[in-house]
């Protein structure tokens, strides 16, 4: 019998539990009163810390990831970053800011916003965070959807459109072999790539178009042997029936060739992500390396090794990142928007060969220090309203020189047949003139 057992049961007695009580009772009395003032308090911290973790959990989403990425950027948190040993990165980023200030104000004053763009900030206040300008941006694409159907969204949100508003814009990206609206044919046409490896480059990227969140998982890799083996392939096609039943999640939001991911704010690139090597590619040639300890992920503390900062040079001196700056503006420039991510692919030793690989209107990266003043300007070209605004009535993904519809299976792009000069018709009549402009001079 345990001690616990053994005095449990020993209350069972009412002898005992009078004893028990009495003895209870004795040793609060003789309890001085702070004791009993540090208890009270004690207690009442202790209610209101697990009131505040409660509502906490119950305000967060689903995946904790999500949640994560909104307290990252804490006024305490930052704070604490500084002491931890961050202080220096802080006013690197800071300069760094300084030094493209002027040129993303020009870049504002050149920008053809779209409308739909325009009301995705309406209200702002001076004071949001890289976080709460992705996540005020969300909000209003669930309202305008609601209130108008506008579906502008799809432009990122629905991969296929996405490169179907590319294609009209001439904007290169990589290789397609087509779309599909129905599992059987796109099954049909798996299956037939068998006897066709000779005719592509494998491993071939399967994606499900409206599957954009990573959490969803929307993408396959298919290797040649996934196509010949009958069991593998049994593998693949299960995972398109399950895909094309798939809804998205967007819970994880708080709203070979090498990938360079490129925030454009306001038509200007600010920075690259180059996610293969922890770094920053900025536009005066630097390129941050990131250490990866927790230390380093906490305080925001840069790799000081300069051998270990050599991998990444030769983005830059190949000549690719200037490429890729260029395009992932182009792309900013044709949706006439504030601010997008553009995901590019780019090879070695080969400059003029970068492509798109997707866009993103709610990117979930926090940028570490930068983020705090791309944030400002992003929200200063809205407070200061210094942007021109377009007068386009079409949606986003339908903007671009090429007009064309999306289609079906290889023939995915269906460009539209230029279309008749109207006839000319009678000479436009002139309004009457305005009661306070002077009348007409005669004509001799």
């Known amino acids: 019998m345990t001690k616990l057992h053994f005095w449990t049961q020993g209350l069972t007695s009412a002898k005992a539990r009078e004893k028990f009580l009495m003895s209870l009772k004795t040793y609060l009395r003789s309890r001085p009163k702070s004791w009993w003032l540090t208890r009270i308090i004690g207690v009442v911290v202790t209610y209101a810390l697990l009131g505040y973790i409660v509502g906490s959990v119950q305000r967060a989403p689903s995946s904790f990831s999500a949640y994560l990425a909104k307290i990252k950027h804490t006024p305490a948190l930052q704070t604490a ?18 030094s493209q200030e002027k040129h993303i104000l020009a870049s504002i004053k050149d920008t053809e916003l779209h409308p739909y763009w325009a009301k995705s900030q309406e209200g702002l206040t001076d004071k949001e965070t890289w976080q709460d300008m992705v996540m005020g941006r969300m909000k209003s ?20 459109e996405m490169y179907g508003f590319l294609k009209r814009n001439d904007i290169p990206f990589v290789p397609l072999l087509g779309m599909w609206d129905n599992q059987d ?24 178009c409206h599957l954009t969140q990573g959490d969803d998982a929307g993408r396959i890799m298919i290797k040649h042997e996934d196509l010949t083996d009958s069991e593998r392939f049994g593998k693949v096609v299960d995972w398109i029936n399950r895909k094309y039943s798939q809804k998205p999640n967007d819970d994880a939001r708080a709203w070979s060739d090498d990938a360079r991911v490129v925030e454009v704010i306001w038509g200007r690139a600010y920075l690259a992500n180059i996610c293969d090597y922890e770094a920053y590619a900025l536009r005066d040639g630097t390129i941050e390396r990131w250490d990866t300890s927790l230390l380093s992920k906490i305080a925001h503390v840069p790799v000081t090794d300069k051998e270990h900062n050599q991998e990444a040079l030769w983005l830059r001196e190949e000549g690719h990142l200037e490429k890729v700056y260029a395009l992932a503006e182009r792309v900013c420039r044709a ?10 692919f780019v090879r070695p030793h080969d400059p003029d060969g970068v492509v798109v690989n997707e866009i993103s209107i709610s990117p979930g990266a926090l940028y570490k220090w930068h983020a705090a003043f ?71």
Request: with cysteine; glycine share 6%; proline share 14%.
């Open 141 to 160: 694409v669930a309202s305008q959807l609601k209130e108008g159907s506008r579906d502008d969204f799809k432009v990122e949100k629905d991969k296929c």
């Open 374 to 444: 791309m944030a400002q300007m992003w929200r200063k070209g809205h407070v200061d309203h210094i942007y021109k605004l377009s007068v386009t009535t079409k949606k986003v993904y339908e903007e671009g020189p090429r007009r064309g519809q999306l289609g079906n299976g290889p023939d995915w792009f269906i460009a539209a047949p230029p279309g008749p000069v109207p006839p000319p018709g009678p000479a436009p009549v002139p309004p009457p003139p305005s009661p306070l402009a002077p009348p007409p001079a005669p004509r001799n």
């Open 81 to 98: 970053r500084l002491f931890l040993g961050g202080y220096d990165s802080y006013i690197s980023a800071k300069n760094y800011y300084k």
């Open 335 to 344: 949706m006439k928007t504030d601010q997008v991510r553009v995901d590019i």
């Open 185 to 208: 044919e796109l099954v049909k046409f798996l299956s037939e790539l068998k006897s066709k490896d000779k005719d592509y480059v494998f491993p071939l990227w399967l994606k499900s």
